[in-house]
């Protein structure tokens, strides 16, 4: 498999999204305001989210055509990154991302017209329904079942581990078709015989839900037909979206913890005088940029099948262990202080290790790897 | 009668003549029988015998089902005010302080850190002045453990801003009661609050509450964080026992068959073993008169290995270990809680940090005993005053 011929260099549009987005997440969602929110009890605020609409976020990657912004997946990364950087929370990742590539590359045209403009407007915020067992990652795992109808279907399972889902007006749900396929069920909130309880988070700034399905109704089966592969598409660009928001959260506690040495004196010196110290943070900017060049590669190749099999799992696989290793690290290097609920490093800590369980961990994303490369 | 028999024979009176439903008093006849530090000397709660004894009665008063967490309710006395008392304090001191500690009616903490003197402990800045037969004590001290139950603390203060650092330092037992201590609470990586920040606002201790000379502070503040090494990471444990047998508890739960995830797990078994092994083999030699460099290692390895047994219980859970159960709650921790792995990995974190980070200790194996030169130091024969804060 050949590598692609990719261009990193930062155009003035990618910089103009990336100062844009550093600026109004410090601005509307600064730290104060995400702390606030995680202690929250649906962890999010529906009004910024109409904000993140006004600003073409919730339909960046939408086509114009149904009211979205027609940006590729480089603009999105960078979002992703912006918001890693920050810890944002709420359904950026879910709705933005998951939902909408599923809806993308599964709905028929006339599906993606009755869906894509209401999430590009922000008027409904969605989520994809896909996991059920802890350790399943996989699509075989999916067990839930879809019932055909008089008119439509009936949805049978539980699903757990749903990304916002007690925030989603829309769920894409995973299901077994009658001759054993996956396919992609739109069920609508409160559709009866659905029922979503959000559980506590190790990741508070992201939250999850389990979803029962006991018999839900619903009329709308993205094209008509089988989906996995549409969902394998739509979760490997959340694995891409995800690895760029690794790295930026990688990226600020790099930067926390080089502040930190340089201003904190312990023996009359700055305790990055320290080889002990000064070689850690060298050693965190090594796995940054490693990361780095992972995740924006594969934001790069979103549009080609063959490679993205190759670059996502590789990115997440990555970006995943280089952020939760960064992000211990900006810990150790604070001392006391980088244990307290007041410093800012439980926040990352917390994000880097959730990130490492919801979309498989590292090594199921090397065993994707493994296989896309034949070996 | 030997020592052994002696100890035996006073243990079985233990046990026959008191009961385990009052836990205080238990603790009471156990150091009146001299079984509390059996090393220490008679009248103190000890029997002037051999310190390697006190572990066969330890050993001993468990298989009965005998109380004995107070070590664990009280380990900031029990584990190292003890010892400073027993080498650094008067009589008196003793006689006041030993047998409440021991069960656990008074609970003690340790005043070291403040907020800009962590690692560099020596650096400390909070005040104490003579006035008479008292000291007057301001300043502020950060992350101490149990401050807001505690009756006692060990306070170590600057009596001599003049001299380099190490030199001007004098230690006192504080009355936490006492008018001026405020304490206020910390919240951690977990929700929870068990530590404090304590702030002297002329506190006044009275003159006999010193330990050892003024000056001397230095000196004792060594024996306590040399004890408190060895209360970290430095316990003989039963085999597979802590950390490493939650994630077997996982591993066996999840009825995973992965080859990959099982080598991990077997991985981090030896190595825990190792650990366990080079604490056991420690301890002989301390008792026979012998320590080597094994005694030096085990803080920085439990440290290490906590941080990965746990961060890899949590990953054998999958999905499941994203999940934080009950949620954050700021509160203060209630007592014996189980904790789950979520969230026992979180509070691994701390483990490389409290008690000395492993960055110290790695320099103190460096130079203490490998006898590699130490780093320059820029503040060694400086009065403490003129040493750079940043
Ligand atoms: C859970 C917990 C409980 C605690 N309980 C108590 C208590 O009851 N009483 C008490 O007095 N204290 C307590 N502490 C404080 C603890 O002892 C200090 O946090 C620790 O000594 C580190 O000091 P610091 O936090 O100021 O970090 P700093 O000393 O500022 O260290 C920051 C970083 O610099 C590194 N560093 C510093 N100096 C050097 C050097 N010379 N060479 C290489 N690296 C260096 C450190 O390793 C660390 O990575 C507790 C801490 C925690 C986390």
Same mark, same amino acid.
């Given at each position: 498999?050949?590598?692609?011929?990719?261009?990193?260099?930062?155009?003035?549009?990618?910089?103009?999204?990336?100062?844009?987005?550093?600026?109004?997440?410090?601005?509307?969602?600064?730290?104060?305001?995400?702390?606030?929110?995680?202690?929250?009890?649906?962890?999010?605020?529906?009004?910024?989210?109409?904000?993140?609409?006004?600003?073409?976020?919730?339909?960046?990657?939408?086509?114009?055509?149904?009211?979205?912004?027609?940006?590729?997946?480089?603009?999105?990364?960078?979002?992703?990154?912006?918001?890693?950087?920050?810890?944002?929370?709420?359904?950026?990742?879910?709705?933005?991302?998951?939902?909408?590539?599923?809806?993308?590359?599964?709905?028929?045209?006339?599906?993606?017209?009755?869906?894509?403009?209401?999430?590009?407007?922000?008027?409904?915020?969605?989520?994809?329904?896909?996991?059920?067992?802890?350790?399943?990652?996989?699509?075989?795992?999916?067990?839930?079942?879809?019932?055909?109808?008089?008119?439509?279907?009936?949805?049978?399972?539980?699903?757990?581990?749903?990304?916002?889902?007690?925030?989603?007006?829309?769920?894409?749900?995973?299901?077994?078709?009658?001759?054993?396929?996956?396919?992609?069920?739109?069920?609508?909130?409160?559709?009866?015989?659905?029922?979503?309880?959000?559980?506590?988070?190790?990741?508070?700034?992201?939250?999850?839900?389990?979803?029962?399905?006991?018999?839900?109704?619903?009329?709308?089966?993205?094209?008509?037909?089988?989906?996995?592969?549409?969902?394998?598409?739509?979760?490997?660009?959340?694995?891409?979206?995800?690895?760029?928001?690794?790295?930026?959260?990688?990226?600020?506690?790099?930067?926390?913890?080089?502040?930190?040495?340089?201003?904190?004196?312990?023996?009359?010196?700055?305790?990055?005088?320290?080889?002990?110290?000064?070689?850690?943070?060298?050693?965190?900017?090594?796995?940054?940029?490693?990361?780095?060049?992972?995740?924006?590669?594969?934001?790069?190749?979103?549009?080609?099948?063959?490679?993205?099999?190759?670059?996502?799992?590789?990115?997440?696989?990555?970006?995943?262990?280089?952020?939760?290793?960064?992000?211990?690290?900006?810990?150790?290097?604070?001392?006391?202080?980088?244990?307290?609920?007041?410093?800012?490093?439980?926040?990352?800590?917390?994000?880097?290790?959730?990130?490492?369980?919801?979309?498989?961990?590292?090594?199921?994303?090397?065993?994707?790897?493994?296989?896309?490369?034949?070996? | 009668?030997?020592?052994?028999?002696?100890?035996?024979?006073?243990?079985?009176?233990?046990?026959?003549?008191?009961?385990?439903?009052?836990?205080?008093?238990?603790?009471?006849?156990?150091?009146?029988?001299?079984?509390?530090?059996?090393?220490?000397?008679?009248?103190?709660?000890?029997?002037?015998?051999?310190?390697?004894?006190?572990?066969?009665?330890?050993?001993?008063?468990?298989?009965?089902?005998?109380?004995?967490?107070?070590?664990?309710?009280?380990?900031?006395?029990?584990?190292?005010?003890?010892?400073?008392?027993?080498?650094?304090?008067?009589?008196?001191?003793?006689?006041?302080?030993?047998?409440?500690?021991?069960?656990?009616?008074?609970?003690?903490?340790?005043?070291?850190?403040?907020?800009?003197?962590?690692?560099?402990?020596?650096?400390?800045?909070?005040?104490?002045?003579?006035?008479?037969?008292?000291?007057?004590?301001?300043?502020?001290?950060?992350?101490?453990?149990?401050?807001?139950?505690?009756?006692?603390?060990?306070?170590?203060?600057?009596?001599?801003?003049?001299?380099?650092?190490?030199?001007?330092?004098?230690?006192?037992?504080?009355?936490?009661?006492?008018?001026?201590?405020?304490?206020?609470?910390?919240?951690?990586?977990?929700?929870?609050?068990?530590?404090?920040?304590?702030?002297?606002?002329?506190?006044?201790?009275?003159?006999?509450?010193?330990?050892?000379?003024?000056?001397?502070?230095?000196?004792?503040?060594?024996?306590?964080?040399?004890?408190?090494?060895?209360?970290?990471?430095?316990?003989?444990?039963?085999?597979?026992?802590?950390?490493?047998?939650?994630?077997?508890?996982?591993?066996? %739960?999840? @009825?995973? +068959?992965?080859? #990959?995830?099982?080598? =991990?797990?077997? &991985?981090?078994?030896?190595?825990?073993?190792?650990?366990?092994?080079?604490?056991?083999?420690?301890?002989?030699?301390?008792?026979?008169?012998?320590?080597?460099?094994?005694?030096?290692?085990?803080?920085?390895?439990?440290?290490?290995?906590?941080?990965?047994?746990?961060?890899?219980?949590?990953?054998?859970?999958?999905?499941?270990?994203?999940?934080?159960?009950?949620?954050?709650?700021?509160?203060?921790?209630?007592?014996?809680?189980?904790?789950?792995?979520?969230?026992?990995?979180?509070?691994?974190?701390?483990?490389?940090?409290?008690?000395?980070?492993?960055?110290?200790?790695?320099?103190?194996?460096?130079?203490?005993?490998?006898?590699?030169?130490? %780093?320059? @130091?820029? +503040?060694?024969? #400086?009065?403490?005053? =003129?040493?750079? &804060?940043?």
């Amino acid at each position: 498999m050949a590598e692609r011929q990719v261009s990193y260099a930062p155009t003035e549009e990618l910089e103009l999204i990336r100062s844009t987005a550093r600026e109004f997440l410090a601005d509307r969602l600064g730290i104060p305001v995400v702390r606030e929110l995680m202690m929250s009890e649906s962890g999010f605020d529906r009004s910024v989210w109409k904000e993140l609409a006004e600003l073409g976020w919730t339909g960046l990657t939408i086509d114009e055509a149904h009211g979205g912004g027609g940006f590729g997946f480089v603009e999105l990364s960078v979002l992703a990154e912006e918001m890693g950087r920050a810890v944002t929370p709420g359904p950026f990742l879910a709705s933005a991302v998951l939902a909408t590539e599923a809806i993308k590359a599964a709905g028929t045209a006339e599906q993606q017209a009755a869906l894509l403009p209401r999430l590009a407007s922000g008027e409904a915020v969605a989520t994809v329904a896909v996991w059920e067992r802890p350790r399943g990652w996989g699509l075989d795992d999916v067990a839930t079942t879809a019932t055909p109808e008089a008119s439509g279907w009936a949805l049978s399972g539980t699903k757990r581990f749903v990304l916002d889902a007690h925030l989603a007006d829309l769920l894409v749900v995973a299901a077994r078709l009658p001759d054993g396929e996956v396919g992609l069920f739109v069920v609508e909130a409160g559709a009866s015989g659905m029922s979503i309880d959000q559980v506590p988070a190790l990741d508070p700034t992201r939250r999850i839900a389990d979803v029962v399905f006991d018999g839900a109704r619903t009329a709308m089966l993205l094209g008509d037909g089988p989906g996995a592969d549409a969902l394998a598409r739509a979760l490997r660009l959340g694995l891409v979206a995800l690895a760029n928001e690794q790295v930026g959260g990688a990226q600020r506690c790099l930067e926390m913890s080089v502040e930190h040495a340089k201003t904190r004196y312990q023996f009359g010196r700055p305790i990055g005088s320290f080889q002990a110290i000064k070689h850690r943070c060298a050693e965190m900017l090594v796995r940054v940029e490693q990361a780095r060049s992972a995740a924006y590669y594969a934001a790069r190749v979103t549009d080609d099948t063959d490679e993205l099999r190759v670059a996502a799992p590789l990115a997440a696989a990555l970006c995943s262990e280089a952020y939760l290793w960064v992000a211990g690290e900006n810990i150790q290097v604070h001392g006391g202080i980088g244990f307290t609920w007041e410093h800012d490093a439980h926040l990352y800590f917390k994000r880097a290790k959730a990130s490492t369980l919801l979309f498989g961990d590292p090594r199921h994303h090397r065993r994707m790897l493994g296989d896309a490369l034949g070996l | 009668m030997s020592d052994i028999d002696r100890v035996d024979a006073l243990v079985d009176r233990l046990l026959a003549e008191h009961s385990f439903d009052d836990p205080q008093a238990f603790w009471g006849a156990q150091y009146d029988l001299g079984l509390a530090w059996v090393w220490f000397p008679e009248g103190f709660g000890g029997l002037g015998l051999a310190r390697g004894l006190q572990s066969r009665i330890n050993r001993r008063l468990e298989e009965a089902g005998a109380p004995t967490w107070n070590r664990r309710v009280n380990i900031l006395g029990i584990g190292m005010g003890a010892a400073v008392l027993a080498a650094h304090g008067t009589d008196e001191q003793k006689r006041r302080w030993l047998r409440p500690m021991f069960t656990t009616e008074e609970i003690w903490c340790q005043l070291f850190s403040e907020p800009g003197a962590g690692s560099d402990l020596a650096g400390l800045a909070t005040r104490a002045v003579r006035d008479g037969d008292e000291w007057v004590v301001t300043g502020q001290k950060v992350w101490t453990t149990l401050a807001h139950i505690a009756k006692w603390g060990l306070l170590v203060t600057r009596t001599d801003p003049d001299v380099p650092k190490h030199r001007g330092l004098t230690y006192f037992v504080v009355d936490m009661q006492a008018p001026g201590v405020d304490v206020r609470p910390l919240y951690q990586i977990t929700g929870e609050a068990e530590f404090n920040e304590v702030f002297f606002d002329e506190v006044r201790i009275p003159d006999d509450q010193r330990i050892d000379d003024v000056g001397a502070g230095w000196r004792v503040a060594m024996t306590t964080l040399m004890n408190e090494r060895v209360a970290i990471g430095g316990d003989t444990t039963p085999r597979g026992s802590g950390a490493i047998a939650e994630a077997v508890r996982v591993w066996k %739960e999840s @009825r995973s +068959d992965d080859p #990959v995830l099982r080598d =991990e797990l077997v &991985r981090l078994w030896a190595e825990w073993e190792a650990f366990r092994l080079t604490a056991a083999r420690a301890s002989e030699m301390a008792k026979a008169g012998t320590p080597g460099p094994e005694g030096s290692t085990g803080k920085l390895v439990w440290a290490d290995l906590n941080k990965r047994i746990t961060s890899f219980t949590v990953e054998l859970m999958g999905m499941d270990g994203a999940v934080f159960p009950g949620g954050y709650r700021l509160i203060r921790p209630e007592g014996r809680d189980e904790m789950p792995p979520q969230k026992a990995f979180l509070r691994a974190r701390a483990n490389s940090i409290e008690g000395g980070t492993s960055e110290i200790m790695m320099n103190i194996i460096g130079e203490r005993v490998l006898g590699l030169p130490p %780093e320059p @130091r820029v +503040d060694k024969d #400086v009065p403490w005053k =003129e040493v750079p &804060r940043g």
